[in-house]
């Protein structure tokens, strides 16, 4: 039975977590959470590269004992370690820490108090209001906590994009050896590239004799079949998630890829459009009466009511009929179109890989150019560069520049906007920099105006030039802080400065709608990878999906341009 990288990689964070809780070496944990990050952003499984024997203590962050721990997951699915240390510290305790504000010492402190060792013990604590007579808590923290609390019970359990992809690509691969098979295709949301999946919706085509239900049901990741049919079956998988696959006649094949991509909204303002000329869309095609006069296609079913093909990333119904009618839709940008990457960081901070091995892992992508992005000192990383290693990194990048052919590499730095505005690094050395990322990294709670104010502010720099993932949220793990977008796109226009929309799948910040008021005002648009190693060019995918998401094309994003015109739009 395959164990995919989300498992092993939740397993590591639980496993960082529950030590933190019990006071262990802060660097061990943080190789437990490091270890996640490259296992759960990994474009390929441990477990196929394992088959490869290929050797993992060469990925980012992985030595000799977490490459036996990951073989040993593979193999059995178990982690010795996490189970001791589950047998003295409840695993539950791991839970608390998804709430906002609830890190280990807190945990600990609610545990060793009033015993809280799950998500329902924290509630009857919080209902009871006995937290606020815990020494470092008090009315206000109670009071956060229950607010937390409801957002967190509320919210439905969806999967990351990238990680519905891993579960959803071995499943494909088995159905596709399926005998009778003709096509297949995943459908819904994650068709639409939204950056979180509910359930899988998968379609096929086959010979009336293929057995492919039955052949669905066997496969060996499944936990629970819920029903098994004809034409269509439900089961949930081991991860949890829920699996329908559907066989629709092949005449009919376009309107099921129609209909079960969706989004809701979308279908039914084309069925309403159908309707006005007495056609019914349905999974089965486009009817006039009795008789099926569309549906093979789903260019069909959009020229039955006299619209073109409109990609399944713009179905959201936010406007998207109407500029098909007008003949307005983008020209959505592509991969393709990009000509570099604009946030880059290498091993001299937090990144894995040096910086030659990143400038010629972008050249073999067909980059033209590459910004080494590392960090600054801000407390969140270690070993950020201050202004003496910094103007290292800027000679070391002059020199490999006049060794590289056909790409460039930009100087730059990921600066951190202190609370007040201000930037960790004077602009003597900045000006010597290609451009400048500036970013909000610690101080995610102050009020909505003081947030706004203060990334104003930074952008008040005459060096900043891109704002980078500027709404700070990481997906299912901690919300967006409270800015004024608008006004921060406004201001970015008013200065002349660029936001980025961070590819990182566990970000995808900018979000579809931040791009499309982005859009709306003019304000250009950084697609980044936020690579940390080579693997993480991949990143850039998602980027390309959530800006599509959000009607962008490729004269919207700044990396698109050649490297003369970039330049000339950091001059400020």
């Not at 713009?314 to 940008?333: C, F, I, M, S």
């Not at 104003?456 to 993932?469: G, K, W």
Request: proline residues 3%; aromatic residues 6%; glycine residues 6%.
């Amino acid at each position: 039975m395959p164990i995919h990288n989300r498992e092993i990689a939740d397993r590591f964070e639980r496993l960082a977590d529950l030590l933190e809780i019990e006071g262990a070496n802060p660097f061990r944990v943080r190789a437990y959470r490091n270890a996640a990050r490259t296992v759960r952003g990994y474009p390929r499984s441990m477990a196929d590269l394992l088959d490869d024997s290929a050797d993992l203590t060469e990925l980012p962050d992985i030595g000799k004992d977490l490459a036996e721990k990951i073989a040993t997951l593979v193999d059995s699915g178990k982690l010795p370690l996490l189970d001791e240390i589950e047998q003295r510290t409840p695993a539950a305790l791991s839970e608390l820490m998804k709430i906002e504000g609830l890190g280990a010492k807190r945990v600990k402190v609610l545990h060793d108090a009033l015993d809280i060792d799950s998500i329902d013990d924290l509630k009857k604590a919080v209902a009871s209001g006995e937290i606020r007579d815990i020494e470092g808590f008090g009315e206000k923290s109670e009071e956060k906590i229950k607010q937390r609390l409801e957002r967190f019970s509320g919210e439905e359990q969806r999967t990351k994009l990238i990680e519905a992809e891993e579960i959803a690509a071995p499943l494909l691969d088995y159905l596709k050896q399926a005998d009778g098979l003709k096509d297949i295709l995943v459908a819904g949301s994650y068709r639409r590239r939204k950056e979180t999946v509910g359930d899988l919706d998968i379609l096929i085509t086959a010979r009336k004799d293929a057995n492919i239900m039955d052949y669905f049901v066997d496969y060996e990741d499944i936990e629970e079949i819920v029903s098994k049919g004809e034409t269509r079956s439900t089961v949930h998988l081991r991860c949890g998630m829920q699996v329908d696959l559907r066989v629709v006649p092949q005449v009919s094949f376009g309107a099921a890829q129609h209909y079960f991509t969706g989004s809701k909204d979308h279908n039914i303002a084309v069925r309403k459009l159908g309707i006005k000329k007495g056609y019914k869309i349905n999974e089965y095609g486009v009817f006039k009466g009795d008789k099926r006069i569309a549906g093979k296609t789903e260019k069909s079913v959009y020229a039955s009511v006299d619209l073109p093909y409109i990609p399944p990333e713009l179905r959201e119904n936010h406007g998207e009929l109407d500029a098909a009618r007008k003949g307005t839709l983008p020209n959505l940008v592509t991969l393709e179109d990009l000509r570099g990457n604009l946030h880059t960081h290498t091993d001299a901070t937090d990144g894995h890989d040096t910086l030659k091995a990143m400038a010629e892992a972008a050249a073999e992508r067909g980059f033209e150019y590459l910004a080494i992005t590392d960090h600054s000192r801000h407390l969140t990383v270690a070993h950020g560069l201050d202004q003496k290693r910094l103007q290292q990194q800027i000679k070391a990048i002059d020199k490999l520049n006049d060794t590289l052919d056909g790409i460039r590499l930009l100087k730059s730095i990921e600066l951190d906007i202190l609370e007040d505005g201000k930037l960790d690094l004077p602009d003597s050395v900045l000006g010597e920099l290609d451009f400048v990322l500036c970013a909000v990294h610690y101080k995610f709670n102050l009020s909505r105006q003081k947030q706004t104010e203060r990334i104003l502010r930074a952008m008040d720099n005459r060096y900043v030039n891109i704002l980078a993932h500027p709404c700070g949220r990481l997906i299912n793990e901690r919300e967006a802080y409270d800015i004024d977008l608008e006004k921060v796109l406004e201001g970015a226009t008013e200065r002349g400065c660029f936001i980025e929309l961070n590819a990182q799948p566990d970000r995808l910040d900018l979000t579809d709608e931040g791009c499309r008021m982005a859009k709306a005002m003019g304000v250009k648009i950084s697609i980044a990878a936020d690579a940390h190693s080579k693997s993480g060019f991949d990143n850039l995918r998602f980027g390309i999906d959530q800006a599509r998401r959000g009607w962008l094309e490729a004269a919207d994003v700044i990396n698109t341009r050649p490297l003369k015109a970039l330049l000339k739009l950091f001059e400020r």
